[in-house]
Nanobody
Framework: QVQLVESGGGLVQAGGSLKLSCATSGRDFSTSTMGWFRQAPGKEREFVAGITWSGGTNYADSAKGRFTISRDSAKNTVNLQMNNLKPEDTAVYYC?????????????????WGQGTQVTVSS
């Protein structure tokens, strides 16, 4: 059974930092592109960052310069370091995995999803 389990969410003040982690199991994702998405109340789920098996990355404009995605294939984990957080970053953050490679920002390109972790940034 494929599982993606996020952790690391919480409440932080504006300007603070959080590191999200996603642990994968049930399938070999070492050659798959992994991504982070988020969904705020009343809004569509949106792309945050993606990373290929070889370390290539792409980011949403809102994340550039503040967020860093990384992966540890030996540990089957993907991380999202978030710095200088803003109240508008408040959302449920989801880890996602593609069946293959390539950098895509559309959620339709990702086949597997975690349950999400809440990030709340207070002003």
């Amino acid at each position: 059974q494929v599982q993606l389990v996020e952790s690391g969410g919480g409440l932080v003040q504006a300007g603070g930092s959080l590191k999200l982690s996603c642990a994968t199991s049930g399938r070999d994702f070492s050659t798959s592109t992994m991504g982070w998405f988020r969904q705020a109340p009343g809004k569509e789920r949106e792309f945050v960052a993606g990373i290929t098996w070889s370390g290539g990355t792409n980011y949403a404009d809102s994340a550039k310069g503040r967020f860093t995605i990384s992966r540890d294939s030996a540990k089957n984990t993907v991380n999202l370091q978030m710095n200088n957080l803003k109240p508008e970053d408040t959302a449920v953050y989801y880890c996602a995995a593609r069946q293959g490679s390539g950098l895509y920002s559309s959620k339709d390109r990702y086949a597997h999803w975690g349950q999400g972790t809440q990030v709340t940034v207070s002003s």
